[in-house]
């Protein structure tokens, strides 16, 4: 079974920290994404990648930085955390060469103060 | 871009019930998926349907691609069907829009 974990469930962390949201997937995935998801807002994608060292932005990376130094793990890293970052994050990872079928981890619940 | 659309929005239903919930697309697609999220808040892959019909259990799926929308039956309803329901589109390996699914509760 494919896995992608993410390594934090819950954070709470205050305006201005540097924060990094951990993923790491097991199956060998070209393709890894980090969404955030808000209620009314759905699911929206943060930033892609495509291949180590590769990147593309999502609908809204504004203050957000990934990065992709080995194939199986994806971090996103928060610069400066705001309030308004406070929200949900999911991890997702997917492979090229077979169907492209999406795997989410558990997802990381982040709190800024 | 394509718009995925899902409905009902929300649904409550008493254990035991059968239900369906529908997601219409705008566009062709390359891949579709309903995921279950839980309470917890993880996405739980339930079908990759591009076409067709598959079944798992008490859960199955059709995709009807030429008419653009997807099924999900969920029978026998069980109060840990509870939680949102989404479908997501692949317009390509990177674009993939979802729904803004549907919200099922079931009530013992």
């Known amino acids: 079974d494919v896995k992608v974990t993410q390594s934090s469930r819950y954070l709470v962390k205050r305006t201005g920290e540097k924060v990094f949201l951990e993923c790491v997937q097991d199956?060998?995935?070209?393709?890894m994404f980090w969404y955030r998801q808000d209620p009314g807002l759905g699911l929206r994608l943060i930033y892609f990648?495509?291949?180590?060292?590769?990147?593309e932005k999502g609908d809204i990376p504004e203050g957000y930085s990934v990065s992709r130094e080995k194939k199986e793990r994806f971090s996103l890293i928060l610069e400066s955390a705001s309030t308004n970052q406070t929200s949900m994050y999911l991890c997702?990872?997917?492979?090229?060469?077979?169907?492209?079928?999406?795997?989410f981890g558990e997802g990381s619940r982040l709190t800024v103060l | 871009g394509i718009q995925v659309e899902q409905s009902p929005p929300d649904l409550i239903l008493q254990e035991g019930a059968n239900s369906t919930l529908r997601c219409n697309f705008s566009?062709?697609?390359?891949?579709l998926q309903w995921f279950h999220q839980n309470p917890w808040g993880q996405l739980i892959n339930l079908f990759y349907?591009?076409?067709g019909t598959k079944q798992n259990g008490r859960l199955s799926a059709t995709t009807v691609a030429t008419e653009r929308y997807s099924l999900l039956y969920i029978s026998s309803s069980q109060t840990t069907d509870s939680g949102v329901y989404f479908c997501?589109?692949?317009?390509?390996?990177?674009?993939?829009?979802f729904g803004s699914g549907t919200r099922l509760s079931i009530r013992p």
């Open positions: 997702a990872s997917s492979s090229l060469a077979d169907t492209g079928e999406l795997f």
């Open positions: 199956m060998d995935h070209e393709n």
């Open positions: 990648s495509y291949d180590v060292k590769m990147k």
């Open positions: 566009d062709s697609v390359n891949n």
């Open positions: 349907i591009p076409s």
């Open positions: 997501a589109v692949h317009s390509s390996a990177s674009k993939i829009i």
